[in-house]
């Protein structure tokens, strides 16, 4: 079991902001997960979850992001799954829950999918 420390990579006023995970997503850090990311959707419309270096996420992780998606649907805002480490998308593949959530290979292309609408 490793920690899972989260990092806020890129907080912008544009209403977006991109977080890396590191280490395990299981049941001894999912709710520190939900906690933090779950306040950030309060504040952004678009929260996008780089997900490359989870390399372990159990059903209490899983669990996690569901709760995650449910509550930013709720809100009128997104929860974007980037990069997910191979094991992650093993587990979105086998759930079928690939089709629930909007996952992007990179960064940038999760960026060009959601992008910020300017007032002209």
């Known amino acids: 079991m490793t920690e ?3 990092t806020i990579d890129e907080e912008s006023p544009d209403d977006r902001v991109m ?10 850090t999912a709710t520190g997960l939900y906690t933090k990311v779950g306040e950030l959707l309060t504040r952004h419309t678009f929260v996008f979850m780089d997900l490359s270096r989870v390399a372990f996420c ?3 992780g899983y669990n ?3 709760r995650l998606h449910r ?5 009128g ?3 974007i799954l980037v990069s997910p480490h191979p094991t992650v998308s093993r587990l979105l593949a086998l759930t079928a ?13 999760a960026f060009a999918a959601h992008p910020v609408a300017h007032d002209s």
């Open 58 to 60: 159990d059903s209490s």
């Open 97 to 109: 829950s690939d089709g629930v959530f909007d996952v992007y290979g990179s960064r940038a292309e």
């Open 64 to 66: 996690a992001l569901l």
């Open 19 to 28: 977080v890396s995970a590191r280490g395990d997503l299981d049941l001894h």
């Open 71 to 75: 509550r930013a649907h709720e809100a």
């Open 4 to 6: 899972l420390t989260l």
């Open 77 to 79: 805002s997104r929860f």
